[in-house]
């Protein structure tokens, strides 16, 4: 029985919670400079010396290079809180999944809480689904009909056609760094700032299948699954680096095909175009995260929503 609705879960649950909800942006800010002045402080012609070589080592950079260790500077850093936000348009319509939390780099597990958007008549009518984020795993609680309410339901991200970069509403913060390893593509558009950071800002592209063969072990079957099972495995993103090399900001643009025509109000066979967006804050935080035991999973059947 558990390895069947497993199976289900891996060909289904991507339409079945984006294409089903859309049945139914986060914003960009990036200073700190050395030297000092008479009272401690950098003096204006220093700080204006120390910004002039910033850009200047910023623009020699190989930015290809440098986005492809992000994922690295994360680990380095240990933890961090999350925010995450899912855009998805289909068919004329469009909708927005959030989700908050916090992540263990080293670990590679997580917690967040999603929010599923409101329907036409001003309510949700679901409660937040809590998910926890484990290498090749997913596990979500108030996710499925007829689930009971203290069980989990886990589902093998390797099976899934999008590798848990879409499935879950929210893109595994770890793996949405691991995408950069495949960075075929990039260019340094500038500093500016986010949340009170100053930050490097680049543009790319990203080859799903690359950044498997240099993902971790944790994460390599899943990014695999989802450069075969994406419209395309090259990826747009933007992504927004502190001067430590950790992420503030990313922004992936994804597609896949709606494989049902009754779900996702558009026909069978249409690319849902999906923007997810991730800001890592609080480097440093506290985490701590239990999955759940055997006997907490739930194995029986999943009722269509």
Partial sequence: ????????WGSGVVAGLVAGVCAAGLGVGAAGCSGDGADGRPDGDDRAADRVADRAADRSADPVRTLRRAAD???EAGSSKARTSMEMATGGTRVTIRGEGVYDYRRQLGQLKVVLPQDPAGSSGR??????????????KNRGAGVPADKWVRV???TLSD??????????????????????TATYVGRTRLAGVEVRHFRGTADLAEAAED?????????DAAARGFATARVP??????????????????????????????RAGA?????????????GVPVDVRLPDAGDIYAGRIAEE
């Fill in 215 to 223: 993902a971790s072990e944790g994460g390599r079957d899943s990014l």
């Fill in 73 to 75: 500077a994360l680990v």
């Fill in 127 to 140: 409660r937040p689904i809590t998910e926890l984020l484990a290498p090749g795993a997913l596990f979500m």
């Fill in 163 to 184: 590798g848990n970069l879409v499935t879950g509403g929210a893109t595994d913060p770890y793996a949405a760094a691991e995408v950069l390893r495949g960075t075929r």
């Fill in 271 to 283: 690319v849902v175009a999906v923007a997810s967006t991730t800001l890592l804050y609080d480097f």
């Fill in 156 to 158: 093998d991200t390797a």
């Fill in 1 to 8: 029985m558990a390895q069947r609705q497993q199976r289900r």
């Fill in 237 to 266: 993103f933007d992504v927004y680096l502190d001067d430590q090399g950790r992420i503030r900001k990313v922004r992936h643009r994804f597609g896949f095909v709606n494989g049902r025509e009754e779900e996702a109000g558009g």
